[in-house]
C-alpha cells in the first residue's frame, strides 16, 4: 500500500529500461538528491561531515569501483587498498608538479593513472581465477604500499615520508588544504560520486555490464557468444581501478589532507572495501552505498552509544567497537549473503503488499 | 562430395551451397584420436543432423566447429573461406552460435539479460557513448530489445521475461538457451543435443522450435542428437559417426538402411 507499482505501465522499451523504472523509486531519487544538495550543506555541522558523511561519500565511491570488479565481473581483488594508494600518490605528484591543474582534473588524471596500474595488475586474471586471483592481487597491494614506501620520489624526498595536500580551490572555495569549509568539501565529493554511480549505471545496465557479468556467470560460454574475455576482464580492472583510484585521490587530498602510505592505505582499507561491498550487496550500485553507510557508520554509532550513552571508558568502547563490528559482519552473511541490496529488495517486495501478508 | 550446388528436399525447400565443409579433420588428445579424418559439408538452409554411439566424438566435432579445439588435420572452410587458427569469440563474431549438452546459461541474469548477451556480437557502441547512456547507446539498445522480444515471443516465453534463469525448470532453460543462440542472427546454428532430458511434450515443442527457425529465418541448422525418431524427422541430412570415423552420411532413408551404421547401432555378431 505505502509502496507501489500498480498503474505504472512502460509503453516503451526506453522506459522499461530505466534505472527506477517504478514511479515511487523514482520520485525518492530526486527528492534525496535534492536534499543531499539544497538541504544537508546548510544544516550539517562539522562533527557530522568530518566523521561521517565524506567518509561515506568516499568509500562509496570505493565500493562502486570494486563492485564492477568483483560484483559484476566475478573477479576478487584484495589490491583495493593499493589501489587507493596509486590515485593518492598520482594525485599528490600531480598537484605539486603542475600548481596551476584545476584540482577536478587532477582527480580524474589520478583515477586514469591507476586505471593503467590496475590494467597492469589485472592481465593475470585472464590465467587465474578465484582464489588464486586475490592472491596476485594481495602482491599488487604489498607491492604497491613498499613502492611507495621505499622510492622517495614519490614524496618528494620529505624527511617524514608522508605526503600531504597542498591547497587548491575551484570557484574561489579552498577544497583542499587547512581552509578549506566543511561543506565545500562535501558539495565536492557529492558531486563527484552521483557523477560516478550514474556512470557505474549506465555502464553496467547496458551491453558493457552484460558482458561484465557474462565473464562472471560462465566465461566459457560468454567466449563462445563472442565476449573477448582478455578485453572485458581488462576494461572492468581499469574502470574499477579509476574509480578506487578517484576514491584515494579524494581520501587523501579531500579528508584526510596529510597521509602515510602503509597506515592511510594498507591491507585493512583493502578488506574494509571488500567487506562495504559484500555486506551491501555484490552486483548493485546501491549495495555499494548501503556497505560504505553501514561500515561508517556502525562505529560511529557503537562508540556514541558506548561512550556518550553508557558512559564506558574509550579504550575499552573501542575493543568493543571490533567485537561488535566483527560480530555483526558474522551475522550479516549468514542471516542474508547476498548483502543489505538484497534486503532492501525484500523489504520492497513486503510493503508492496502492506498490510495484508500475501 | 557431392558435385551439385543445390538440392530440392522433398517439403520443397531450397538447400544451397555449402556454408561449412570439414575437409579430412582429424583430432587427437594425447593419444586417444577423437576425431579421424572425417569430412562432411553443411549446406544452407539444411538441418544437419549427426548421429552416433556415445563417445564417437559428436561433440568433439561440434568444438571443432565453434573453434573450441584446435584439430591437428585436416581443414575447415566457413562460408567459402578456409579458417585460420581462431579464438572461440572471434568465430562467434563471424556467424556461428551454439547451445550446450549442459545448459551453459548466465545464472545471475535474467532470461531478457541473457538473451541480450547474444546480441552483443552486434552491439557495437563504445565505452563513453555507454556512459553516457542518453543517445547512440540507448538506441542501439532499444534497438537490439526489439529484436530480442521478436525471439521471446516466438520462443513463447513471455512471462519469464524477467525471471533469473536459475530459476527457471530445464525445459525453459533449454529454451532461453536456444534464444540466446537465435538472438545473435547465427549464419550457422550448432544445437549439442537440444532435447536431452525431456519428456515427449517437451521434445515436440523443441522439434516445433527448430524446424521454425530452419523454415522461418531460414537459418542453417547442425544438431547432434540421440533420439532417432526426432532426427529421422526433422533433419535433411544426416552423418553418422562412429569411434571418430564417418561410417554414413546422407538422407535419414540411406542413412537407415546403411549396414555400417545397423552394425553400430545393433551390434555385429562376431563368430
Known amino acids: ?358 | 562430395m557431392n558435385a551439385i550446388d543445390s538440392y530440392l528436399t522433398p517439403d520443397g525447400r531450397t538447400i544451397g551451397a555449402p556454408v561449412m565443409e570439414m575437409k579430412n579433420i582429424t583430432l587427437r588428445f594425447g593419444g586417444v584420436v577423437a576425431i579421424k579424418d572425417i569430412s562432411f559439408d553443411i549446406r544452407e538452409g539444411e538441418i544437419r543432423a549427426i548421429i552416433g554411439p556415445n563417445g564417437a566424438g559428436k561433440s568433439s566435432m561440434l568444438n571443432v566447429m565453434n573453434g573450441f579445439y584446435h584439430p591437428q588435420e585436416g581443414e575447415v572452410h566457413f562460408r567459402g573461406e578456409k579458417r585460420g587458427p581462431m579464438r572461440p569469440h572471434q568465430i562467434a563474431h563471424q556467424g556461428i552460435a551454439r547451445t550446450f549438452q549442459n545448459i551453459a546459461l548466465f545464472k545471475g541474469m535474467s532470461t531478457l539479460d541473457n538473451i541480450m548477451t547474444g546480441r552483443l556480437t552486434h552491439m557495437k557502441t563504445g565505452m563513453l557513448s555507454q556512459i553516457k547512456w542518453w543517445g547512440a547507446a540507448q538506441r542501439e539498445e532499444t534497438a537490439n530489445r526489439e529484436l530480442v522480444e521478436k525471439i521471446i515471443d516466438f520462443l513463447e516465453i513471455q512471462t519469464i521475461r524477467k525471471t533469473p534463469v536459475g530459476r527457471l525448470p530445464y525445459g525453459l532453460q533449454k529454451r532461453v538457451e536456444l534464444g540466446r543462440a537465435l538472438a545473435a542472427e547465427p549464419k550457422l546454428l550448432l544445437l549439442d543435443e537440444p532435447m536431452a532430458g525431456m519428456n515427449v511434450e517437451e521434445k515436440e515443442d523443441m522439434s516445433r522450435f527448430i524446424l521454425d527457425v530452419n523454415d522461418e529465418f531460414g537459418t542453417t541448422i547442425a544438431l547432434i542428437e540421440h533420439d532417432m525418431g526426432v532426427v529421422m524427422d526433422i533433419a535433411d541430412r544426416v552423418v553418422v559417426m562412429d569411434y571418430g570415423k564417418k561410417i554414413g552420411d546422407g538422407t535419414p532413408e540411406e542413412v537407415r538402411t546403411n549396414q555400417d551404421v545397423i552394425d553400430a547401432y545393433l551390434g555385429v555378431a562376431h563368430d
Open chain 1, 1 to 358: 500500500m505505502i509502496y507501489r507499482e500498480a498503474g505504472d505501465f512502460k509503453t516503451s522499451y526506453a522506459k522499461d529500461q530505466q534505472t527506477f523504472p517504478i514511479a515511487f523509486d523514482r520520485w525518492g531519487y530526486f527528492i534525496t538528491l535534492a536534499f543531499a544538495f539544497l538541504v544537508v550543506p546548510f544544516i550539517i555541522n562539522d562533527y557530522w561531515i568530518n566523521a561521517v558523511v565524506l567518509p561515506f561519500l568516499i568509500y562509496a565511491i570505493a565500493a562502486i569501483g570494486l563492485n564492477i570488479l568483483t560484483g559484476y565481473c566475478g573477479q576478487v581483488s584484495l589490491g583495493s587498498g593499493g589501489f587507493m594508494a596509486v590515485g593518492a600518490y598520482a594525485a599528490y605528484k600531480l598537484m605539486t608538479g603542475f600548481p596551476d591543474l584545476n584540482i577536478v582534473f587532477v582527480i580524474f588524471l589520478s583515477g586514469g593513472v591507476t586505471a593503467l596500474v590496475g590494467m597492469l595488475f589485472g592481465l593475470p586474471s585472464l590465467r587465474i581465477k578465484g582464489f588464486y586471483l586475490a592472491v596476485a592481487t594481495l602482491a599488487a597491494q604489498f607491492f604497491l604500499v613498499w613502492l611507495f614506501n621505499k622510492v622517495p620520489w614519490f614524496y618528494n624526498y620529505s624527511a617524514s615520508g608522508q605526503i600531504s595536500a597542498p591547497e587548491r580551490s575551484i570557484f574561489g572555495y579552498a577544497v583542499t588544504g587547512a581552509n578549506a569549509l566543511p561543506a565545500v568539501s562535501y558539495l565536492f565529493c557529492l558531486c563527484f560520486v552521483v557523477i560516478l554511480a550514474w556512470a557505474a549505471r549506465n555502464l553496467t545496465r547496458g551491453a558493457n555490464g552484460r558482458k561484465w557479468m557474462a565473464i562472471r556467470d560462465m566465461d566459457i560460454a560468454a567466449e563462445i557468444i563472442g565476449v573477448n574475455p582478455l578485453k572485458t576482464k581488462l576494461t572492468a580492472f581499469g574502470v574499477s581501478s579509476f574509480y578506487i583510484g578517484i576514491a584515494g585521490a579524494m581520501l587523501f587530498a579531500v579528508y584526510l589532507g596529510a597521509a602515510e602510505v602503509g597506515e592511510a592505505f594498507g591491507i585493512s582499507k583493502s578488506f574494509l572495501i571488500l567487506f562495504m561491498v559484500i555486506i551491501g550487496g555484490l552486483g548493485s550500485i546501491f549495495g555499494s552505498f548501503a556497505g560504505a553507510a553501514f561500515m561508517v557508520l556502525m562505529p560511529v554509532l557503537l562508540k556514541n552509544v558506548m561512550v556518550g550513552q553508557l558512559g564506558w571508558p574509550t579504550d575499552m568502547a573501542a575493543h568493543f567497537e571490533f567485537v561488535i563490528v566483527g560480530g555483526l559482519i558474522v551475522l550479516f552473511l549468514i542471516v542474508e549473503p547476498h548483502g543489505l541490496a538484497q534486503l532492501w529488495r525484500l523489504a520492497k517486495e513486503k510493503l508492496r503488499l502492506w498490510p495484508f501478508p500475501h
